[in-house]
């Protein structure tokens, strides 16, 4: 359980922070920034939340804001060479298979597409469609980090998985698709 009762610790005012190993960082190191995009999507999410009424997918996001807890916990976290990994607390394959369920029960009800769709339609498909994009670049700050330092490969499955899901919930969220705004390419052009 987390307690926290100090909120401002003054520890990072010389713009470092500290890893969940103890070790100090400069707050622009590479994990630094893949746990912060993290949490720019889980605040992200939150905002799709308070727009999607349909309490099945408020669940799902719920779900999926806890799991990306998870994520940052992994990633604060370097793995030590000891790990025990039934005691670590890391991103599990099950967890990523949660999300292709849900994708494949969202994308039954959906029209194949026949070109890609532009972010917006209703609000809540347009949250989602935002949320999907820094998905996308946690996705490549932890494929940067993983070129220099030991990543769990989970995180990078979960988040490339949530990504798919964010795209399949716009569409859902834009009337299954019916509010989909489909790219016309040369559409401006003379």
């Known amino acids: 359980m987390v307690y926290l009762s100090r909120i401002y610790t003054k520890t990072g005012d010389q713009g470092d922070t500290g890893l969940g190993d103890g070790r100090r960082v400069p707050k622009d190191h590479p994990r630094v920034a893949a746990y912060g995009s993290v949490d720019e999507l889980n605040a992200v999410l939150g905002l799709a939340l308070v727009s999607i009424a349909h309490e099945e997918h ?21 793995p030590a060479p000891d790990e025990n990994p039934d005691k670590a607390l890391r991103v599990r394959p099950e967890q990523a298979t949660r999300l292709e369920q849900a994708i494949d029960q969202l994308n039954a009800a959906l029209a194949p597409l026949r070109s890609f769709v532009l972010p917006g339609g209703s609000p809540s498909a347009a949250w989602c469609h935002l949320a999907r994009t820094v998905c996308r670049r946690a996705e490549r700050d932890v494929v940067t980090l993983a070129r220099t330092e030991t990543v769990n490969p989970q995180v990078i499955v979960y988040l490339n998985r949530l990504s798919d899901l964010l795209f399949v919930l716009a569409r859902v969220c834009n009337d299954h698709g019916g509010r989909d705004i489909l790219w016309v390419p040369g559409k401006t052009q003379p």
């Open 58 to 78: 408020r669940r799902l996001l719920q779900s999926i804001q806890n799991d990306l807890f998870d994520v940052g916990a992994d990633l604060c976290m370097p």
